[in-house]
């Protein structure tokens, strides 16, 4: 069976670090573009972050780019968001998405329906 599971969420004050860990089991990430999104409550999910199966291109939402970053490591088959000076519009639930269709992580990185596998989340929350 085919799963994407996250991992490293929790309770974070303003200003603090967490590293979001996304693990696949089942298959190699190797030939996918892996992605996050986020749905705060009451609002819609966007995508966060997108990284090619290369490890080449990536692609960040506007309000996060300089505080997160994306990367993978490809014998551990794990995709990493380091997620740095965070803020409480960060809290939200974060998936882990996997895409065969994404070959470069460019302006179409956020289209929900790119991607082909999703995991369950992981509850982010910023607050003081």
């Known amino acids: 069976q085919l799963q994407l599971v996250e991992s490293g969420g929790g309770l974070v004050h303003p200003g603090g670090s967490l590293r979001l860990s996304c693990a696949a089991s089942g298959f190699t990430m190797d030939y996918y573009a892996i992605g996050w999104f986020r749905q705060a409550p009451g609002k819609e999910r966007e995508g966060v972050s997108c990284?090619?199966?290369?490890?080449?291109?990536?692609n960040y939402v506007d309000s996060v780019n300089g505080r997160f970053t994306i990367s993978r490591d490809h014998a551990r088959n794990t995709v990493y968001l380091q997620m740095n000076s965070l803020k409480p519009e960060d809290t939200a639930i974060y998936y882990c998405?996997?895409?065969?269709?994404?070959?470069?992580?460019?302006?179409?990185?956020?289209?929900?329906?790119?991607?082909?596998?999703w995991g369950q989340g992981t509850q982010v929350t910023v607050s003081s």
């Open positions: 998405v996997a895409s065969v269709r994404i070959l470069l992580c460019g302006e179409r990185f956020d289209e929900k329906l790119l991607y082909d596998y």
């Open positions: 990284i090619s199966s290369s490890g080449g291109s990536t």
